[in-house]
Every structure is written in structure tokens, then in C-alpha cells.
């Protein structure tokens, strides 16, 4: 059966994104990139909230284009937008780029689509987490933690309801000083 994967960039102290939707801290050069690439292809979906799949719908289907693309971010371009993405929203009603709009977070049609064939699913954008925390439908967090206080923004983990013990399956440290933390679901 495939796994729901959240894959997020957070802070040291916690924040996915700045006041006013900043990222302009992250850390992201080539080496961690080709790794974000090499993780999403191996997917078999993204599923996203609808600020996140509109923000990667804004830039992603044509950065391959963009002469002041890396390599790595041009390669990521055609992951995009071949990779089948499902966004939850209750305010699209249709999506480009591969994707079909899902209105709620139903445990039962969550369990049918990890339950069909193909790579694990990439959970991503902070709301749709909490959501699928509080159903406790997200079987491994890979967090990014960037080396940067912000002080203040908008945390990942937003559900003060949920409680959840996870087991340590791996780290995996970059050059820039970003470190990637891997758990899975205890099984406690």
C-alpha cells in the first residue's frame, strides 16, 4: 500500500513560511534540489491544499522555459507538471495541469487512493497537513529544517489537538546547512 509522505521546509523554530508568505529563507541550491527532484519523481501524486497548488501552478508548468532556471529547477518543471496532483479545496471548481480537485479530506477516500497502484504520496501545504494529522492519515514526515530562526510566521505543526509519537527512521545533513529529519508513525 502507499504511504502518505509530508515533505515540508521549516525553520528551526518551527515556521514553514515567513509573515506575508515569505520563503525567502530557504535554502535551496542544486545539491538540494536534485534531491526535492529525485524524492518528488519517485512519487506516484502530489496532494496539496489549494494555496500551495496555486502557488506551484504559478510558477512550475513553464520554469523549464525560464533561461535563468537551473538545471535542477527545469528538471523539476516537467516532474510537475507530469506528476497526477489532487488539490483539496471547497472554492475550485477545476485545476490544470494533471490535477483533480478534491472538496474534503474523507479517511475512506484517502484509504481507496493509497490503496491504488504507483509510487507513495507527497502531502504538501501546512492546512491540508493538519488536517490529514487529525485524521491520522500521514504515515512518514520528512521535515527540511533550514538553518534560520524566524521568530514568527506560520508553523507547520498548527494542530495543538493532536498528539503524535514517531519513531526516527533516518537524517540526512546538506551542504548548506539544511538537514533533513525522517519519522514514521510509531507503531506504540
Known amino acids: 500500500m502507499r504511504k502518505i509522505i509530508l515533505m515540508m521546509s521549516v525553520s528551526i523554530d518551527g515556521f514553514f513560511e515567513g509573515p506575508d508568505r515569505d520563503i525567502s529563507w530557504h535554502l535551496v541550491d542544486e545539491a538540494l534540489h536534485q534531491h526535492f527532484n529525485d524524492e518528488c519523481r519517485a512519487m506516484g501524486a502530489f496532494l496539496d491544499g489549494r494555496i500551495t497548488h496555486e502557488l506551484m501552478a504559478d510558477f512550475w508548468p ?63 501545504g501546512a492546512n491540508l497537513a493538519a488536517t490529514f494529522m487529525r485524521h491520522d492519515l500521514i504515515d512518514e514526515y520528512r521535515l527540511y529544517v533550514h538553518p534560520v530562526v524566524l521568530g514568527q510566521g506560520h508553523p507547520l505543526f498548527q494542530s495543538p489537538d493532536v498528539r503524535m509519537n514517531l519513531k526516527l527512521a533516518g537524517t540526512r545533513t546538506f551542504g548548506n546547512g539544511v538537514v533533513q529529519l525522517r519519522y514514521e508513525r510509531s507503531q506504540d
Open 62 to 124: 513553464t520554469a523549464d522555459q525560464d533561461p535563468d532556471s537551473t538545471a535542477a529547477m527545469a528538471e523539476f518543471a516537467g516532474i510537475w507538471r507530469d506528476m497526477p496532483k489532487f488539490v483539496f479545496s471547497r472554492t475550485l471548481t477545476t485545476a490544470e495541469w494533471n490535477t483533480k480537485v478534491i472538496r474534503d479530506v474523507v479517511p475512506e477516500e484517502i484509504a481507496q487512493l493509497k490503496a491504488q497502484p504507483g509510487g507513495d504520496l507527497g502531502l504538501g
